[in-house]
């Protein structure tokens, strides 16, 4: 146990120093760019979900959280919202760069991300009419409620964001360690989770977690040789961090709340699946 713990200490602490210079990039660009984003999504309405799925590839939750209060107020459409909740990366990105995944590669699982949501956003405006909403509560102050650090400064707001995405590394780290060591890596990867056509369903409960657990899980998971691509991607789907916990605070219509976490959550499992059984990987 202690051999363990000590391994996966310095495991996560050579991550620290690539955690925090992404979140400073992401931080920066997240802050330059939000006020951008919010005016795009409102502007073109009709093409709503082109733009959302490409603006939620941005990492971490920030957009979702926006995204989810201008739903809220009747300015975009419902697909323009599950197509950012589809495309959002949340935690994916400085996960996967702090590991050394190739930039092609994760530049490959973002464009899929965004194709799904873009795709899916246009179905479900096709499918779905919006009804009037009479909340409205201020973006910025709907940050504040729910403490996103959007207000703070870029350094503090990337030191928040990278100790917390190295608690969950640590953690989710330090357990799969003693679980692969205990039953073994290769039962667990060929015959448990690898191979298993479920995997998708728990995947995809994982990423509805409303915060960055879902993504830091599903994405450390992955990288470990745990779950499969098309299981790590049911996840990621549906992971847009605390976006969904937002939902059911500023949409009073709790049976349409229901009707977008089950769409989201069918989405992931859907698209896990058959990722999985036509066998594609990254």
Known sequence: MKHILLDTLFESLNLLPFLLITFLIIEFI?????????????????????????????????LGV?????YATNIITIGTLIAIYLSTSDEMLPVLISEGMPFSKILIILLIKVIIGIICGFIIDFIFRKKNKHTK????????NEHCHCENSIIKSSLIHTLKTFSFIFLVSFVLHIFIHEIGEDKISNLLLNGNIFTPFLSSIIGLIPNCAGSVVITELYVNN???????????????????LILFK?????????MILGTIYIIG?????????????I
């Open 30 to 62: 997240e802050h330059k760019a939000s006020k951008k984003s919010i005016k795009m999504l409102t502007k073109t309405k009709k093409y709503g979900p082109i733009i959302g799925g490409i603006l939620g590839a941005t990492p971490q939750c920030g």
């Open 269 to 281: 499992v859907i698209f896990g699946i058959l990722f999985n059984l036509v066998g594609i990987t």
């Open 250 to 258: 500023v949409n009073s219509d709790l049976k349409e709340n229901m």
């Open 226 to 244: 745990v779950i499969s691509f098309g299981s790590m991607l049911a996840g990621l789907l549906t992971g847009s961090g605390i976006s969904i």
């Open 66 to 70: 926006m995204a989810t209060n201008l």
């Open 137 to 144: 509560i201020d973006v910025q102050e709907l940050c504040e």
